[in-house]
Structure formats: structure tokens, C-alpha cells
């Protein structure tokens, strides 16, 4: 789980204001020490600031802001790829911001600022914050919001935007508890708490190590955008309380069956609404842990159907599932699919590319394939799979299963080469069981000696039922090798009496 937000996510700001007269009376906050316990159900009443005139730039500062405003607005027109047609292109309208005049005139203002009004001073202030934060200067810019929330004449608008501007240059610069203050006079001082604040805070309050009041905003701001502001949050919102469960848990200020409920929740939102294959595997490992194991070959399996597995493990992970839930044929599939799709892989010695299997051809992965084939009842699928894995295997019981799937087959020579292969091997889980099987693939050839030779090697095993079964075995061998010889000799025998009679 991660433990750290990216710094960017402090970086979105609002800047604007109006230059022209605005109203004069606002709703404003008391000041507060922390926000509410849960959510903003316990916002405070609001009380009315009252200025006694009309915010109005004097004549000189607002020709110049005028100048300002089209030296920030510059554009230039730009030729672009038409997308309608091909080869062609057409002119459009880009951003070139004129910094140097921009800055030129605010310096003209800034030398002559004790002369100034402190509405006129709070506006270019306000330009300057935008100045420095477009140049990523945050302490120059942090500076110049707090000059203008300094400024008494400051309208509303210039100051609660400067506040929020402030209390994310803050965060950016990773002085948590300053930008938290910030955010919350803000929020004490607007009409509106937004979704989006509740979630700045939510993710100050992490990078503090504050789980639990992380958490409580995190779910306020999701609410509020779902409930209020009629939009889905976005896609980092449910990660962080996702992440925040994850945190508490450990810390076990919550159950750990709690918090796997709540991701759970968390985690089947991320795969419905942002569909990537972090979210899957989180969703079916949270199921893991949970003990639904159906639950999780499913969300496995609705990864591997969107094509978004890249990894042997994975690939490994949903074919066992699957023929744990005894759905063998898909378990083959789904590994027969990860030997066909291919990835590039990296050398960081030499930095060399090479394009690989996803799930390479080793014994393991061989022999769990032969299963599922095998367990289908796709023998003839199975034999060849199994064919590489023993010539890869160190151990003998390779080649005694593969003995067993051509028996199966009614192959006995291949039968009889294989297990006599695997019995050269020094290990072997059941000499005596291979035994029976190949003694059972020369009986089966007629081969009478040979079996009951293989038979009677395998009756002086210790395990009581191997040595019953062979000594049946020997017992029908000689029998069935006495039939055999009787249905010889009475065939010679009508041969020679038909032959006389012709004669």
C-alpha cells in the first residue's frame, strides 16, 4: 500500500478575481482549531463582514492592471495537424504570456506600493502569487499571498482564494500543520465547503500520519461530491481511503475484518469506474484475505479477460484457482494464452530488449498445464506437454505419469519406453507403482515374462496394497499367458485339420 501522496496533487490553485466593484456584505466563519469529527456536519453559523465602500482600483492601478491582464492573455496563432484531414493543417489560438512586461509593470506598482491603496496593493499581490507560481518560485510566491492577506481592504473573493493558494504552497513544500491551518480557515471563511478542500485536507492529515482524521475527510469529500455536487470523485479519492484503511489497520485502531470490508467496497468501485490492473489485484487480494476464494479467481479472471495480466505469477495464481474450483479445461487456457502473449524485457546490465513468453516453458509450469489438460480429459492435449517437462526433469515420476497417460492411450511401447526411462532416474516417489504400470504395458503387449518379471519386483514392496495388487497381477498374468497359449494351440490345431482335409 502506498505511504506517500504525490506532491502534485497540492498543485491545483485558484487564482482568479474581479476587477470590477463587487458586493460588499459575505458570509464568513468563525475561526476553529480543528475540523469537525466527522465530515462538516458541525460547520459553525456564519457571520456577516461588512465593508464600508465599494472595492474600486484607483484610475492609475487599474490602467496598468489592464495592461497587466493582456500581457497575461497573449496568444499567438500556431499552425496544427488538421485531424479531420490528413496532411493538412490548420492555425489555432495558443497561450504566449508576455512575463516580461507582466513583471515590468508589477515592479512599476510594487516601487510604488506605500502610495497605493490596500485594495489596489491586494490585487497586485494577487498577481504577483500567480507570477512566482507559474515560475514554480513557491517561497516568493507564498510571500506574496501572505502580503495580500495582510492587505485590510481585500475583498472576499482575493482572500479566501489567496488562503486555499497559500495553504497549497504549503503542502507543497511538505509544512503540513501550516497548510492544514490554512485549509481550515478557509474553510471557515467560505460560503461552501467544496469536496474537493475536504480531500486536500484528508491528504495533508495522511502525509502527517493522522489516519483516522485522514479518513473521516476522505469520506466527507467523497460525499459531498456524490451527494451535493452531483459528480463522480476521482479516482485518487478512493485510493487514499482505501490507503487510510490500510494504515489504520495495521496501527490496529480498526479490525483488520473492517478494513478488508471497507477496501473491498473501495476496491470494486476502482474496477467498475477506473478499470486498471493495480485495482484488480488489490480487489482479489483484499478477497484473499477474506478467505473468498471464488471471489477472488473471479477478479482474476475478469483481469485476465480484459488482457490486463503481464505477469507469470498471475497467470500461475488464476490457473490453480481455477482447477481448485475444478474448472480444469479454462485453467489450461488461461496458461496456454500466457505462453502466446509476449512481453519486452530489459537487460539493465547491457540495457538489450528481448521479447519473451509471458509464462515460459519450465518444468513447473509444464507439468501444471499436463494437469489441467489431463484433468479435462484432454489427454492427447496433455502427452506432449508432459513430454517436455520430463525431459526437463531431474526426478523420474515425470516419465512415470507420462507411462501412465500413454497406457491410457493404448500406446504400450511409448508406455513401456517412458516409465523405463523414469526408473534410470534416482528418483523416483514409487518404484513399485511404476513397476505395476509398466508390467501392466507388457501384459497388455503379451509380453508375459516381462510382466510378470516387472510384477513379482513389485510384490516385495513393504506396502501391503501394492504387494496384493501385484501378486493378482502375477496370478492373472499366468493365467491369462496359459489362455493365451491354449487359444494358440487349438488355432494351430483347426489350421492343420482344415489343411488335411484339403489335402
Same mark, same amino acid.
Given at each position: 500500500?502506498?505511504?506517500?501522496?504525490?506532491?502534485?496533487?497540492?498543485?491545483?490553485?485558484?487564482l482568479?478575481?474581479?476587477?470590477?466593484a463587487?458586493d460588499?456584505?459575505?458570509?464568513?466563519?468563525?475561526?476553529?482549531a480543528?475540523e469537525?469529527?466527522?465530515?462538516?456536519?458541525e460547520r459553525?453559523?456564519g457571520?456577516?463582514?461588512t465593508?464600508?465602500?465599494?472595492?474600486?482600483?484607483?484610475?492609475?492601478?487599474a490602467?496598468?492592471v489592464?495592461k497587466i491582464?493582456?500581457?497575461?492573455?497573449r496568444?499567438?496563432i500556431?499552425k496544427?495537424p488538421?485531424?479531420e484531414?490528413?496532411?493538412?493543417?490548420?492555425?489555432?489560438?495558443?497561450?504566449?504570456?508576455?512575463?516580461?512586461?507582466?513583471?515590468?509593470?508589477?515592479?512599476?506598482l510594487?516601487?510604488?506600493?506605500a502610495?497605493?491603496?490596500?485594495?489596489?496593493?491586494s490585487v497586485?499581490w494577487?498577481?504577483w502569487g500567480?507570477?512566482?507560481?507559474?515560475d514554480?518560485?513557491y517561497?516568493?510566491?507564498m510571500?506574496a499571498?501572505?502580503?495580500?492577506?495582510k492587505?485590510?481592504?481585500?475583498?472576499i473573493?482575493l482572500r479566501?482564494s489567496?488562503?486555499l493558494?497559500?495553504?497549497?504552497?504549503?503542502?507543497?513544500?511538505?509544512?503540513?500543520?501550516?497548510?492544514i491551518?490554512l485549509?481550515?480557515?478557509?474553510?471557515d471563511?467560505?460560503?461552501?465547503?467544496t469536496?474537493?478542500?475536504?480531500?486536500l %485536507?484528508? /491528504?495533508a492529515?495522511f502525509? =502527517?500520519?493522522?489516519?483516522?482524521?485522514?479518513? $473521516?475527510?476522505? #469520506? +466527507?469529500?467523497?460525499?459531498?461530491?456524490?451527494e451535493?455536487?452531483g459528480?463522480?470523485?476521482?479516482?485518487g479519492?478512493?485510493?487514499?481511503?482505501?490507503?487510510?484503511?490500510s494504515e489504520?489497520?495495521?496501527?490496529k485502531i480498526?479490525?483488520?475484518?473492517?478494513a478488508?470490508?471497507?477496501q473491498v467496497?473501495?476496491?470494486?468501485?476502482?474496477v467498475?469506474?477506473?478499470?486498471?490492473k493495480l485495482?484488480?489485484?488489490?480487489?482479489g487480494g483484499?478477497y484473499?484475505?477474506?478467505?473468498?476464494?471464488?471471489?477472488y479467481?473471479?477478479?482474476?479472471?475478469?483481469a485476465?479477460?480484459?488482457?490486463?495480466?503481464d505477469?507469470?505469477?498471475?497467470?500461475?495464481a488464476?490457473?490453480q484457482l481455477?482447477l481448485?474450483?475444478?474448472?480444469?479445461?479454462?485453467?489450461a487456457?488461461? %496458461?496456454? /494464452?500466457g505462453?502466446?502473449? =509476449?512481453v519486452i524485457?530489459?537487460?539493465?546490465? $547491457?540495457?538489450e #530488449? +528481448?521479447?519473451v513468453?509471458v509464462?515460459?516453458e519450465?518444468?513447473?509450469?509444464l507439468?501444471?498445464?499436463?494437469?489441467?489438460?489431463?484433468?479435462?480429459?484432454e489427454?492427447?492435449m496433455?502427452i506432449p506437454?508432459?513430454?517436455?517437462?520430463?525431459?526437463m526433469s531431474?526426478?523420474g515420476?515425470?516419465?512415470?505419469?507420462?507411462?501412465?497417460l500413454?497406457?491410457?492411450?493404448d500406446?504400450?511401447?511409448?508406455s513401456?519406453r517412458?516409465?523405463?526411462a523414469g526408473?534410470?532416474?534416482?528418483?523416483?516417489k514409487?518404484?513399485?507403482?511404476a513397476?505395476?504400470?509398466l508390467?501392466?504395458?507388457?501384459?497388455?503387449?503379451?509380453?508375459f515374462?516381462?510382466?510378470?518379471k516387472?510384477?513379482?519386483?513389485?510384490?516385495r514392496?513393504e506396502n501391503?496394497?501394492?504387494?496384493?495388487?501385484?501378486?493378482?497381477w502375477i496370478?492373472y498374468?499366468e493365467?491369462?499367458?496359459i489362455?493365451?497359449?491354449?487359444?494358440a494351440?487349438?488355432?494351430?490345431?483347426?489350421?492343420?485339420s482344415?489343411?488335411?482335409?484339403?489335402?
Open positions: 500500500m502506498f505511504k506517500k501522496i504525490s506532491r502534485n496533487i497540492f498543485l491545483i490553485v485558484a482568479g478575481f474581479s476587477l470590477s463587487i460588499l456584505s459575505a458570509q464568513t466563519r468563525e475561526g476553529r480543528d469537525p469529527s466527522v465530515g462538516g456536519s459553525k453559523a457571520k456577516t463582514r465593508y464600508k465602500k465599494a472595492r474600486v482600483l484607483q484610475n492609475s492601478t490602467k496598468k489592464v491582464v493582456e500581457a497575461l492573455e496568444q499567438k500556431v496544427v488538421d485531424p484531414n490528413q496532411g493538412k493543417f490548420i492555425e489555432k489560438e495558443e497561450d504566449d504570456p508576455d512575463w516580461v512586461t507582466a513583471r515590468a509593470i508589477l515592479t512599476e510594487l516601487n510604488n506600493r502610495e497605493m491603496k490596500s485594495y489596489d496593493r497586485m494577487n498577481y500567480y507570477i512566482y507560481f507559474s514554480e518560485d517561497d516568493q510566491a510571500y499571498y501572505e502580503q495580500l492577506l492587505e485590510p481592504e481585500a475583498t473573493p479566501t489567496s488562503l493558494t497559500l495553504a497549497q504552497l504549503n503542502l507543497v513544500k511538505e509544512r503540513w500543520d501550516k497548510g491551518s485549509i481550515l480557515q478557509w474553510m471563511e467560505v460560503e461552501t465547503v469536496a474537493q478542500s475536504y480531500y %485536507l484528508a /491528504s492529515y502525509q =502527517k500520519s493522522d489516519f483516522v482524521r485522514a479518513r $473521516t475527510n476522505m #469520506e +466527507e469529500a467523497i460525499r459531498l461530491a456524490e451535493v455536487e459528480y463522480r470523485p476521482k479516482e479519492w478512493y485510493v487514499l481511503l482505501a490507503a487510510c484503511f489504520l489497520k495495521d496501527k480498526i479490525s483488520a475484518q473492517y478488508l470490508e471497507k467496497g473501495i476496491y470494486e468501485i476502482l467498475n469506474y477506473y478499470p486498471k485495482y484488480f489485484l488489490q480487489l483484499t484473499q484475505q477474506m478467505d473468498r476464494e471464488e471471489d479467481m473471479l477478479t482474476l479472471k475478469a485476465y479477460d480484459k488482457d490486463l495480466l505477469k507469470e505469477g498471475e497467470y500461475l488464476l490457473a481455477l481448485l474450483k475444478k474448472n480444469p479445461y479454462w485453467a487456457q488461461v %496458461l496456454v /494464452s505462453q502466446d502473449k =509476449k524485457i530489459k537487460d539493465e546490465d $547491457t540495457g #530488449e +528481448e521479447v513468453p509464462v515460459k519450465k518444468e513447473k509450469t507439468k501444471l498445464l499436463a494437469d489441467a489438460w489431463r484433468m479435462a480429459q489427454i492427447d496433455a506437454v508432459l513430454e517436455k517437462a520430463a525431459k531431474k526426478d515420476d515425470t516419465y512415470i505419469l507420462l507411462g501412465n500413454y497406457l491410457f492411450e500406446r504400450m511401447k511409448d513401456i517412458a516409465i523405463e526408473l534410470k532416474k534416482a528418483k523416483v514409487s518404484r513399485s507403482q513397476l505395476l504400470v508390467g501392466q504395458a507388457h501384459f497388455e503387449l503379451q509380453n515374462e516381462e510382466a510378470k516387472h510384477f513379482r519386483a513389485a510384490a514392496d501391503k496394497r501394492i504387494k496384493k495388487t501385484a501378486n493378482s496370478k498374468a493365467n491369462e499367458e489362455r493365451v497359449k491354449n487359444l494351440l487349438r488355432r494351430d490345431f483347426i489350421q492343420q482344415k489343411a488335411k482335409a484339403k489335402s
